[in-house]
């Protein structure tokens, strides 16, 4: 009977503890934090409105950029609206292809925040299983993943993203390529990602596993998973959800950076990184706006992430209240 009762307690125990720190969040002192910070409502509403007009981007756009049957050559290098030169629709003007500089921004932000969004999530999914496994059991297993880890870490970032791309668009054949850009720009910006949730989780698991909570769990014999997943890391989340939002805005400006290396969005699915090492190339013969509201758009999105990551993280800590 010691074996059955937690397995039958469990699960309603963790519904009730995540319903109370929902409902604990909504009257606590993060929420109150949050409204009584300008910077942070601000941040979230211009976040909010650029991935609010990047998902109805088809609906609010001129055209689709990815159309090339849409692109009209006679209505290429159009300067933006308010300029002598400017014509409507194209408020901020068009590329060398007649591409909409403004479409191309909706439909490129979308592109770099899904990127962001799924490396973020596969690197926490690998950093929580890992940074768990590490700080729960110790000993050799400990040592083997953040051996593993270190070895990541004493390499540049960009340079692991840039190999792992190189060597993924080198194996396939172009068609399929272009077809997983995306897929594998994800794989290569959350390879090296996930070492800091890890270390950020198993120190975290190391102090949790000694507690008397954890004690009483294993006394009664409840297994290893279930104690990881239903104990410890439900204390654990605060400094994850920190480093999660601050490493969004730096997975959004690693794609950028891929891409604009060559090593990430084709040209026909251009992200914003794409749109700037396109634009980059006109910069000194005139045609400045195809660079200039492409970054723009890049620098709001990651300061808007920051902005919100720099107001958790001193909501969250302790030490500040």
């Not at 605060?238 to 959004?252: E, K, S």
Request: net charge positive; proline share 7%; charged share 15%.
């Amino acid at each position: 009977m010691a074996e059955i009762s937690p397995m039958r307690t469990d699960r309603p125990a963790l519904h009730r503890r995540l319903g109370l720190r929902l409902a604990a969040l909504r009257r606590g002192d993060l929420w109150h934090s949050f409204r009584s910070h300008p910077s942070a409502i601000f941040a979230a509403c211009l976040l909010a409105l650029v991935a609010l007009s990047a998902l109805l981007a088809p609906l609010i756009t001129p055209q689709d950029p990815y159309d090339l049957a849409a692109l009209e050559l006679w209505n290429a290098e159009i300067p933006p609206i308010w300029t002598p030169q400017g014509q409507a629709p194209y408020l901020l003007g068009t590329d060398t292809q007649g591409r909409d500089i403004l479409s191309a921004i909706l439909y490129g932000s979308r592109i770099s925040l899904v990127i962001g969004f799924a490396s973020v999530l596969v690197a926490l999914a690998v950093g929580l299983t890992l940074g768990l496994i590490a700080g729960y059991f110790g000993g050799w297993i400990d040592n083997v993943i953040m051996r593993v880890g270190d070895v990541l870490l004493s390499m540049p970032f960009i340079l692991i993203a840039i190999l792992i791309s190189a060597m993924a668009s080198a194996a396939l054949p172009t068609g399929l390529k272009e077809v997983l850009a995306a897929p594998i720009l994800i794989v290569a910006i959350a390879v090296p990602s996930w070492v800091q949730y890890a270390r950020t989780i198993r120190a975290s698991a190391m102090v949790e596993r000694k507690k008397e909570y954890v004690q009483a769990a294993r006394l009664i014999r409840v297994k290893a998973w279930r104690i990881m997943l239903h104990h410890i890391l439900p204390n654990c989340l605060t400094p994850i959800m920190v480093a999660a939002t601050l490493n969004f805005g730096l997975a959004i400006l690693s794609e950028a950076t891929l891409s604009f290396l060559g090593v990430g969005m084709p040209p026909d699915q251009p992200s914003l990184g794409t749109l700037i090492r396109v634009g980059n190339q006109y910069l000194f013969s005139g045609l400045w706006w195809i660079v200039v509201f492409p970054a723009i758009q890049l620098c709001l999105i990651v300061l808007s992430v920051n902005m919100i990551g720099d107001w958790l993280r001193d909501a969250l800590n302790p030490k500040l209240r």
